[in-house]
């Protein structure tokens, strides 16, 4: 399985900009799709944002679309998540997640990282 671990989480004033980085290794990482989720206190995992293989497929929660942008850079095995507008119903632990194919992510078995912590202050 490809591990992976998330970086850039910290703490940020509301309508403040974060990145988050899931770097990759072990297995190649074009062969996954990526996505990632967070998880606030007391609530379920929520899916955020997912992107194929190449990138070219790409979907977002309702909740982020328009102020997050999920991007791959392969040939550095890393994974982004740039985080703009942020509002404090964002703060949570972010993870992301590889898995085979980006049409059943929110769903399939796969590896995920260690999380980092997102907190939005008002």
């Known amino acids: 399985q490809v591990q992976l671990v998330e970086s850039g989480g910290g703490l940020v004033q509301a309508g403040g900009s974060l990145k988050l980085s899931c770097a990759a290794s072990?297995?190649?990482?074009?062969?996954?799709?990526m996505a990632w989720f967070r998880q606030a206190p007391g609530k379920e995992r929520e899916f955020v944002a997912a992107?194929?293989?190449?990138?070219?497929?790409?979907s977002y929660a309702k909740s982020v679309e328009g102020r997050f942008t999920i991007s791959r850079d392969n040939a550095k095995n890393t994974g982004y998540l740039q985080m703009n507008m942020l509002k404090p119903e964002d703060t949570a632990v972010y993870y992301c997640?590889?898995?085979?194919?980006?049409?059943?992510?929110?769903?399939?078995?796969?590896?995920w990282g260690q999380g980092t912590q997102v907190t939005v202050s008002s």
């Open positions: 997640k590889a898995g085979p194919n980006v049409a059943n992510i929110r769903y399939s078995m796969g590896s």
């Open positions: 072990g297995r190649t990482f074009s062969d996954y799709a």
């Open positions: 992107t194929s293989r190449s990138g070219n497929s790409i």
